[in-house]
């Protein structure tokens, strides 16, 4: 009987056993410890970061980076700009602080937020008054822009930085997936974004279990994340000045962390295998890998895109997958089709309309053997004959 290929599971083939263990002799497991100090180090440079902020997901790590930038005059309500195809959990971070996602299309070749269209836009419906950005129609502040790195792909970050030399919008960047990715040959920390932000859910290249990292340049901001993300507690009192969040990540989710990110060139290198692999042996008509010169995936998942007018269907794919005990999956569902967004406000969404269920994701585990890579291939492959 065939082993089960599952889309993309833990490598906890480390350390993480050694320091579970040290964080229970000395009874360190809750949110304060050496572990949560040293992964904090760790992330920040890894990715090229002054300073790394520890928290218990992606999700919230995104809502305390968007409730941080945000300053006492800032209007109630605002537009937070976002890409049309990402997971929910971009969306319900604006929403939980207060402002609305502005929804826009990707590009193709990419399936990142098109910044070409934000900037047209932009132009066209948008005025600056105070060094700020405001909708004319619906005289509303856009608050900040939080392009997504789609499955681990950064944007250019030459692209970035015109953007944000042309309009003064803060910038936060949901790199859940893309801990590892280049552009340029330019590590994440490069961007001069407020802050970005890091998932370590267990299905991403590295976990601790659950949890995320907000990442930041500022030393100001850095002091804000950390304070609001510990109750926005002063000092050792239960004194709190302002209002804060439980946010904090474990120390026994860190010592997972710490054991993960001491294989942080292996499991980069293995991923860029997996997909380099499919790449070259996956032989179908009309798919098309994504591959941008000059900018370095993280490879999270190893992922093609079916061409719009193929005869051979994404469910083709991923039944043959099935019938072999492979894991093949479709990914996102773009934010105007979930219901509590799909009446947000909007630009035109043709590219993720029409892009989104042609995706799909392979088997992308750093633990993957040869057996299973072949295996995976040799199933697509036979939808050839």
């Not at 026994?252 to 790449?279: C, H, P, S, T």
Request: aromatic letters at 10%; charged letters at 25%.
């Amino acid at each position: 009987m065939k082993d089960f290929i599952p889309s993309s599971i833990p490598n906890i083939t480390g350390n993480e056993g050694k320091y579970l263990q040290q964080c229970i002799e000395t009874t360190f497991v809750s949110s304060v410890g050496q572990f949560v100090n040293d992964f904090e180090k760790i992330s920040a440079e890894k990715t090229g970061f002054k300073y790394g902020v520890a928290v218990s997901s992606g999700t919230v790590g995104l809502h305390l980076g968007l409730h941080s930038i945000k300053k006492k005059d800032d209007d109630k309500e605002s537009l937070v700009i976002l890409p049309d195809y990402t997971f929910i959990a971009s969306a319900n971070a604006i929403a939980l602080s207060g402002a609305k996602p502005w929804l826009f299309d990707i590009r193709e070749k990419d399936l990142n937020l098109d910044l070409e269209l934000v900037d047209k836009t932009l132009s066209e419906e948008c005025f600056i008054s105070d060094d700020k950005v405001y909708h004319k129609k619906k005289n509303i502040l856009v608050s900040s822009i939080m392009p997504v790195f789609a499955i681990g792909q950064p944007i250019n970050f030459i692209e970035i930085q015109e953007f944000r030399k042309k309009w003064p919008i803060p910038i936060i960047i949901d790199a859940a997936g893309a801990i590892g990715c280049m552009s340029e040959g330019k590590k994440l920390g490069s961007l001069n974004a407020e802050c970005s932000v890091i998932s370590f859910n267990g299905n991403k290249t590295f976990t601790s279990g659950g949890g995320g990292m907000v990442l930041t340049n500022k030393e100001e901001l850095y002091t804000k994340l950390k304070h609001l993300s510990s109750t926005a507690r002063n000092k050792e009192e239960y004194i709190h000045d302002q209002q804060g969040f439980n946010y904090r990540m474990t120390n026994l989710q860190a010592a997972v962390g710490v054991a993960q990110l001491e294989r942080f060139d292996e499991f980069l290198d293995k991923k860029k295998e997996i997909f380099n692999y499919y790449q070259k042996n996956i032989n179908i008509p009309d798919i098309r890998f994504i591959e941008e010169k000059n900018q370095d995936s993280s490879r999270w998942l190893s992922f093609f895109v079916v061409n719009e007018n193929s005869e051979l269907k994404t469910k083709d794919i991923l039944n043959v997958l099935k019938e072999n005990d492979i894991e093949g999956r479709s990914f996102w569902v773009p934010m105007h089709l979930q219901p509590p967004y799909k009446d947000s406000f909007k630009s035109k969404l043709d590219i993720s309309s029409r892009v989104y269920d042609r995706v799909v994701i392979l088997p992308s585990s750093t633990n993957l053997a040869n057996e299973h890579l072949e295996r995976v291939v040799e199933s697509i492959n036979s939808l050839n004959g």
